[in-house]
């Protein structure tokens, strides 16, 4: 199985800052690669697909990059909007797939 | 624009089986490139991939719930269930499906609200 590590596993920012978050597997996956963010009670949003493709109506401030086995997730101008919890995925042995544990964002 | 919506008891007993069904409208459930995924989060911790059915029929379990697990699929109604037997404390948590599609990378656009299950006496 591909496992998915996250880090931070939580961090603090203030609005305007630029936050990086990190996701390794455990071993290369390609760009097999999404990233989502959850809201308290809500259903993980997809943000990026692919590595570095942004979902269609997602701020052009989040970012992704990487492949084999590293990859960032990079919020450029943090806004008050963008806490929340955000997951890396891999779907490299899609269908089947994997999460990372999480990494929690607080607005300070 | 795809919609799911998970149905199904908020609280079932431990030892009993957990049964939820996710119905799918606003598009096909039988594209050959989509998959369609129950996937699960505890309260307060991270996400937990369940398993992937396609419209086929074919399945794929989180090996670590793979004994008590069975995913299905009926077509003409454009459903796919989850039954997880035997469930504990353990097995309390929100339930989501979603469809899992994308080539050749894949990735989950569309998501269930979510269902809280909890197990309890």
């Known amino acids: 199985d591909v496992q998915m590590t996250q880090s931070p596993s939580s961090l603090s920012a203030s609005v305007g800052d630029r936050v990086t978050i990190t996701c390794r597997a455990s071993?290369?996956?390609?760009?097999?690669l999404n990233w989502y963010q959850q809201k308290p009670g809500k259903a993980p949003k997809l943000l990026i697909y692919?590595?570095?493709s942004l979902q269609s109506g997602v701020p052009s401030r989040f970012s992704g990059r990487g492949s084999g086995t590293d990859f960032t997730l990079t919020i450029t101008n943090l806004q008050p909007e963008d806490f929340g919890i955000y997951y890396c995925?891999?779907?490299?042995?899609?269908?089947?797939?994997?999460f990372g544990q999480g990494t929690k964002l607080d607005i300070k | 624009q795809l919609q799911l919506q998970e149905s199904g008891p908020g609280l079932v007993k431990p030892s009993e089986t957990l049964s939820l069904t996710c119905t799918v409208s606003?598009?096909?459930?039988?594209?050959?490139?989509?998959?369609w995924v129950w996937i699960r989060q505890p309260p307060g911790k991270g996400l937990e991939w369940i398993g992937s059915?396609?419209?086929?029929?074919?399945?794929y379990y989180n090996p670590s719930l793979n004994s008590r697990v069975t995913i299905s699929v009926d077509t003409s109604k454009k459903q796919f269930s989850l039954k997880l037997r035997s469930v504990t404390a353990t097995d309390t948590a929100a339930y989501y499906c979603?469809?899992?599609?994308?080539?050749?990378?894949?990735?989950?656009?569309?998501w269930g609200q979510g269902t809280l299950v909890t197990v309890s006496s």
């Open positions: 979603a469809g899992l599609r994308g080539v050749p990378i894949a990735f989950i656009e569309f």
């Open positions: 606003g598009g096909s459930i039988s594209r050959s490139s989509d998959y």
């Open positions: 059915i396609h419209y086929s029929g074919s399945t």
């Open positions: 071993q290369s996956i390609s760009t097999y």
């Open positions: 692919a590595a570095s």
């Open positions: 995925q891999q779907t490299y042995s899609s269908p089947r797939c994997t």
